[in-house]
């Protein structure tokens, strides 16, 4: 009962998270006003996860880094995620 609720609620989180690095996509391409609270917002939630990832993925002028996170998030980190909630509970 209590794995699958926290399986479902890790499984939103990780969705949230790659909505947000969308939505940072998204920002980079339209490029807003860099002092709006909502761009500081994804900015500030999305470029911890980001700036890591960018020292690896960044080819000539293509950034990389959030096909990288996802593509993380997805493969290794969610399943091990699962994983960890199935041993403890």
């Known amino acids: 009962m209590i794995q699958g609720i926290l399986i479902q609620a890790g ?3 990780f969705e949230l998270v790659t909505l947000l690095i969308f939505v940072n996509i998204i920002f980079s391409w339209v490029n ?5 609270i909502f761009v500081k917002t994804i900015y500030g939630l999305t470029e911890p996860i ?7 993925t960044i080819i000539g002028p293509l ?3 959030a096909f990288a996170a996802i593509l993380l998030m ?16």
């Open 11 to 13: 499984n939103l989180l």
């Open 32 to 36: 807003p006003d860099p002092n709006n």
């Open 50 to 56: 980001l700036s890591p990832l960018r020292r690896f």
């Open 63 to 65: 950034d990389l880094s």
């Open 74 to 89: 997805q493969i290794v980190l969610f399943p091990l995620y699962k994983m960890v909630v199935m041993f403890i509970f």
